[in-house]
């Protein structure tokens, strides 16, 4: 991690879970990390207990499904720091919304920020990084298992695994757009199984306890756990590219 010391990484969904983790190991690595979220209390509350870190964490409010908030941070980043040298996209929602009962506001959330919110970071972060002719940045995608199989008798995640479906060709074809300019800027797509965060509580927030009850069925993963992932594919030597990234717990199938 040593060539990333000093150098600029965005970190979407940084107020918990993966974003979060994955802020502070940057910053204990020495990157100038700007963490954002819509809420960013947390944020800061981060930043604070990291100031004797070897690098720093700023915090930007930043909704991912307004394009014009998207922008408007990257113009901040580039005024404030120069520009974006790797991009972590791992802001990210779900909701309780099968197929023939969830709400399209549900549905378009969903794709506001997973797939719409992820491509706009990613092409504003690619272009930062050409414009400084930085030709080794790295941009991760933030996916899930469910993007590469539908779970049985889960229709609460059938629209949100399509999401993730989409984030599995989109890593595709970036790749395929980033290789025809002759460029060395890496993609990696991770994709955790079930994981300890505040996600599944988020998703069936009327149901207390379901989340405890979902964990005690087996170890789940811990947000550390998906943040070693991360740190390995930006370790990687120049050469190599670690493309994707499968990670869930021994004992469960998702």
């Not at 599944?200 to 005690?216: C, E, M, V, W």
Request: include cysteine; glycine fraction near 8%.
């Amino acid at each position: 991690m040593e060539k990333w010391v000093g150098r600029v990484a965005l970190v979407t969904g940084a107020s918990a879970g993966f974003g979060e983790s994955i802020a502070k190991r940057l910053v204990e690595h020495g990157m100038k990390v700007v963490g954002c979220a819509r809420n960013i209390e947390k944020i800061q509350s981060l930043s604070e207990s990291l100031k004797d870190s070897k690098g720093s964490l700023t915090a930007i409010r930043c909704d991912i499904s307004k394009e014009e908030e998207i922008l408007a941070m990257f113009e901040k980043i580039k005024k404030d720091l120069g520009g974006v040298d790797v991009c972590i996209n791992n802001a990210g929602l779900s909701y309780n919304a099968p197929l023939l009962s969830g709400t399209t506001e549900q549905w378009r959330h969903m794709l506001d920020i997973n797939v719409l919110g992820l491509c706009i970071c990613t092409r504003e972060a690619v272009t930062s990084m050409r414009e400084r002719g930085v030709d080794d940045g790295h941009i991760v995608l933030m996916s899930s298992m469910a993007g590469h199989g539908v779970t049985p008798n889960a229709p609460h995640a059938h629209f949100y695994a399509a999401t993730k479906f989409a984030v599995k060709a989109l890593t595709e074809g970036l790749r395929n757009e980033v290789c025809a300019l002759k460029s060395h800027i890496r993609v990696t797509a991770i994709s955790p199984g079930m994981a300890k965060t505040e996600f599944l509580s988020r998703i069936f927030s009327d149901q207390p306890g379901f989340a405890d009850k979902a964990y005690s069925v087996y170890q789940p993963l811990t947000a550390d756990d998906v943040t070693d992932s991360v740190i390995y594919a930006l370790a990687a030597p120049s050469h190599v590219q670690v493309h994707d990234i499968l990670i869930r717990p021994t004992e469960c199938p998702v």
